[in-house]
């Protein structure tokens, strides 16, 4: 079937993306840089053929242009173009006479062209949220016009490719980009832990929000927990745990997905897509493997009744949806049956996946290829053949039925580990080789081998034990788990010297009497503030406070006004801490427990300083506890501080403000409308571009529905062009990438 179907398409389609199976024709779809066979490398190599795949490789490295003029899917680039030239790059090992790179696996030509694909797409990441665009441009970057509304998927589907460039390349700003879009798409999720189907990725604001687990949102599901096994990300594991309890409260009914209102639950269609067969296949990975058996088996049974599985099908009819009731030869039924057979050995699955072989190769089969099926009640077909029919769905049959293929190993005799991945398989071992991770660990066992002191361990229980503790540091962490990262710059002094003069407070305030502070009050929320004592001072002279301290009621912490936002303990101003308002306490017990709580506050950012001197000293300059503790302070104040603003609007209006809104509203309405404009008037014309048929059909609809609606007369006059020269293509796009990310802010 692959080989049909790749021969097919090297002679009738090649160089462009796919295959017109019907016609025996090329077309591109994508982007025009033959598509199908980009991804179809790594099969030809988990099929065992080697020379084809030299062949193919010096076919792509010799004729792909990564600086095109067109025009492409930001998520399909990266799934279909990214995705297959780093599996090829890191199977290639595996080809015998394949001449590999020196640096190999952290160099050579096939990641070489997949960093300069990413980096094409960089610009798109460059919004307001971190969440990309949909589409760009290869040569000019993103239309400075295009719509920044995209589907969910095509905003969580980058750290698997983005993050195995990083580790093997040795250039964070990949991850860390797929993390930040990540990271903003989980804080727009609703109050009941759910994410609509589209979102605008400049305001994070939701533009369709019907959520489910099938198409526009399925691969960001399966990115989060792919994603934390392949790079140990237990950050994204749980964000995946969190959706799965969200998706089985309000999505799931019996083994079933329907999709829902993303803001209360209620069911808007009852409809199962064939892409939400990925899901068992994704419990399977994570350990739910009963659950998942039990969720694929119920789906056998639309497979059962059609063949295939068609896109949309009506779980209230038990019959496909109109106009949705093709297969476009899919692979994510097949898929969760891989896992699910290599996690049961359930001869079921292959049972399952034979019945699939048999109606894909009678009904799908052409001269040159397999073809769409248009409608799986009559099996008419379509003159499309997907790429990922050769990189995915060929593939998965492939090594369900072959016990023996590499990919199968675990490891222990191969450098190719089967892995959780999307359509291109990723060696996570060769990932850790390639990364800093791995000169780190190196160097902390080579220091561990140094100094072990063995006499000492040959009595564990002795008190005078000093063994390995003083070698390594037990609170390190490595990068990936923390997911802080501050460069190589250590605390800020002027956080150092606020903490020191908050111990040098409390250190003398246990035997000294507290009086009621002043107050002074904010003109912003019009609250009593108090000053806190000051510090103790040995000149004997009375002197004022410049550096006060601001703290709002009960519980919240306050910065001074000239200080700046807190960006991860670099070069920030944070004012002392004083966590409870003193003056709010009612008894003088309350205010001696109120005090304590400040000064254990304290003491804790003194202790945090001191860890991270400690750190600092052994070599480990990203530590930086302390300014982490004073962020969370700051971000509780801020919250308070938004509270507080948003309270203000719930204030009920007098009587006599009503009066005059409605007096103010009854003068707009009685005023005359205007009956007629020039008749001079001309439709201006803003762009070269833009349409003269497009410029009438919007005035016709603006005279008759909107000037119309509201007594206004709308002459439509001559077309005017535009006084200047047209712009350059270069000014209607911008290549701008994102700045620098650290810990999911972006600077």
Request: charged letters at 25%; glycine letters at 6%.
């Amino acid at each position: 079937m692959f080989y049909h179907a790749y021969n097919g398409y090297l002679e009738n389609a090649y160089p462009l993306d796919e295959l017109k199976p019907l016609t025996c024709k090329g077309m591109d779809t994508w982007g025009s840089f033959s598509l199908t066979l980009i991804d179809s490398l790594d099969t030809l190599i988990i099929m065992g053929n080697h020379t084809e795949f030299k062949r193919a490789v010096n076919l792509v490295l010799t004729n792909i242009n990564v600086d095109a003029n067109v025009n492409v899917s930001v998520f399909e680039t990266n799934i279909r173009v990214v995705g297959g030239l780093l599996s090829a790059h890191i199977l290639s090992g595996r080809v015998e006479g394949m001449q590999l790179h020196e640096g190999w696996p952290c160099s050579g030509p096939l990641l070489d062209l997949a960093v300069k694909f990413a980096s094409k797409l960089l610009p798109a990441f460059n919004t307001e949220t971190g969440m990309p665009y949909g589409t760009v441009n290869l040569r000019y970057g993103v239309n400075k016009f295009e719509t920044p509304v995209t589907c969910t998927a095509g905003v969580g589907t980058f750290v698997i490719e983005f993050g195995a460039l990083s580790r093997l390349t040795g250039d964070p700003h990949f991850e860390k980009i797929a993390l930040n879009a990540l990271d903003a798409l989980y804080r727009a999720r609703s109050g009941i832990g759910l994410v609509g189907n589209h979102i605008n990725t400049e305001t994070g604001l939701w533009t369709a929000t019907d959520a489910g687990i099938g198409a526009g949102v399925d691969s960001y599901f399966e990115y989060l927990a792919k994603g934390g096994l392949l790079f140990h990300r237990p950050k994204l594991l749980q964000q995946f745990y969190d959706y799965e309890k969200a998706i089985n409260k309000y999505i799931r009914q019996d083994d079933w997905f329907t999709w829902v209102s993303m803001t209360k639950g209620g069911v808007t269609f009852p409809i199962f897509q064939s892409l939400e067969a990925f899901w068992p296949g994704v419990l399977a990975l994570i350990g739910k493997v009963d659950d998942a058996a039990r969720i694929l088996l119920t789906y056998f049974q639309i497979n059962r009744q059609f063949g295939v599985t068609p896109e949309f099908y009506n779980l209230q009819n038990h019959e496909t949806s109109n106009n949705r009731a093709g297969y476009p030869l899919r692979p994510e039924m097949i898929e969760s049956m891989l896992y699910l057979y290599k996690s049961t050995k359930d001869p079921t699955f292959l049972h399952e996946a034979t019945a699939m072989v048999e109606a894909i190769e009678h009904g799908t089969k052409t001269k040159c290829g397999y073809a769409t099926i248009k409608d799986v009640n009559d099996y008419t077909l379509e003159d499309r053949m997907e790429s990922f029919f050769l990189a995915e769905t060929t593939k998965y049959l492939y090594l369900l039925f072959d016990e023996n293929n590499f990919m199968h190993n675990d490891g222990t005799t191969s450098r190719i580990i089967d892995t959780p991945n999307e359509a291109h398989p990723i060696d996570p071992g060769m990932l850790y080789c390639c990364s800093s991770k791995r000169a780190e660990d190196i160097t902390k066992l080579q220091k561990f081998e140094d100094n072990i002191d063995f006499i000492s361990l040959l009595d564990l229980r002795d008190p005078n034990f000093q063994g390995m503790d003083k070698d390594l540091d037990k609170e390190d962490l490595p990068i990936e788990a923390t997911e802080v990262d501050v460069g190589e710059e250590q605390m800020s002094p002027l956080i150092e010297a606020e903490i020191e003069e908050q111990e040098l407070r409390w250190d003398q305030s246990d035997n000294i009497q507290i009086p009621l502070p002043t107050t002074t009050a904010t003109p912003e929320t019009n609250i009593q503030v108090p000053l806190p004592p000051p510090p103790p001072t040995t000149s004997t002279s009375t002197t004022t406070t410049t550096n006060i301290e601001i703290s709002a009621p009960d519980e919240i912490i306050e910065e001074s006004p000239s200080s700046s936002s807190f960006s991860g303990g670099v070069n920030a101003e944070i004012t002392p801490i004083l966590l409870i308002d003193l003056k709010s306490s009612k008894s003088k017990t309350e205010l001696q427990e109120r005090v304590k709580v400040n000064k254990e506050v304290n003491e804790l950012i003194s202790n945090a300083k001191e860890h991270d001197k400690k750190q600092h000293a052994a070599g480990d300059l990203r530590s930086n506890l302390a300014g982490e503790i004073l962020q969370y302070l700051i971000d509780i104040r801020n919250e308070y501080s938004n509270l507080l603003k948003i309270s203000a609007k719930l204030e009920t209006p007098s009587m006599e403000d009503i009066k005059v809104q409605l007096a103010k509203r009854k003068y707009v309405t009685e005023q005359p409308g205007i009956e007629i404009l020039n008749d001079d008037i001309c439709v201006s014309i803003e762009r070269s571009s833009d349409s003269l048929a497009l410029k009438r059909m919007l005035n016709i609809i603006y005279s008759k529905h909107i000037f119309g609606k509201h007594q206004i007369r709308f002459i439509q006059g001559p077309i005017c062009r535009p006084k200047d020269a047209p712009p350059k293509i270069e000014e209607m796009y911008f290549t701008d990438k994102p700045g620098k990310i650290i810990v999911g802010i972006k600077f």
